[in-house]
């Protein structure tokens, strides 16, 4: 950790201790009562449900791009609850070691799994174009280049197949830049 590293785990302690001005009573059935409207926005989330049709409708090995873990998981929670029985999948994220990585990355490259689910590690470096063709990126990377490497990561020398990729773009604001 570096200094400014530090005082920011530093402050973000700090604020999660403060007092709420709630009973202890009365801010725990605020937290169960937000993290239950989490949870039904995570289930009716229209680029989550787009995702999982879409592959529902194929059996195409793809790789499906996030910008953040917690899409990650939401994805993946989606996908393991309606495609259990059809499609399985790996995930690939900086929060693992590298036997973890190494091992989604084999389970994807043999075939074992359908789906590959990652963040931008996964954006560098990966040939996968033996295994797959379809890239989709569930959120805009912030530069335009990361979405050249993400499809770069399936269409290069030695893919025998014309390369797709999806860009989600949701119809709120925040995403219509």
């Known amino acids: 950790f570096d200094d400014s590293t530090e005082a920011r785990a530093d402050d973000d302690c700090?604020?999660?201790?403060?007092?709420s001005g709630l009973s202890a009573g009365a801010e725990r059935a605020w937290l169960r009562r937000l993290r239950?409207?989490?949870?039904?926005?995570?289930?009716?989330e229209s680029k989550v449900r787009h995702v999982v049709e879409l592959l529902?409708?194929?059996?195409?090995p793809v790789l499906v791009f996030t910008e953040f873990c917690?899409?990650?998981?939401?994805?993946?929670s989606a996908i393991e609850r309606?495609?259990?029985?059809q499609?399985?999948?790996?995930?690939?994220?900086?929060?693992q070691s590298s036997v973890e990585r190494a091992y989604a990355l084999e389970t994807f490259q043999r075939g074992d799994v359908s789906i590959l689910l990652a963040t931008d590690v996964?954006?560098?470096?990966?040939?996968?174009?033996?295994q797959a063709r379809w890239v989709i990126s569930f959120e805009l990377p912030w530069m335009?280049?990361?979405?050249?490497?993400?499809?770069?990561?399936?269409?290069?020398i030695g893919q025998a197949r014309l390369v797709h990729a999806s860009l989600l773009v949701a119809a709120h604001p925040a995403e219509q830049g």
């Open 122 to 130: 996964a954006s560098q470096g990966l040939n996968l174009q033996q």
């Open 36 to 44: 239950i409207l989490t949870a039904a926005a995570v289930r009716h």
């Open 70 to 76: 917690d899409s990650l998981t939401a994805l993946k």
């Open 14 to 19: 700090a604020g999660l201790t403060l007092d």
């Open 144 to 156: 335009p280049a990361r979405i050249e490497q993400r499809i770069g990561r399936v269409d290069r």
């Open 82 to 85: 309606t495609l259990s029985s």
């Open 56 to 60: 529902r409708r194929t059996r195409e």
């Open 87 to 95: 499609r399985r999948l790996a995930v690939l994220h900086g929060g």
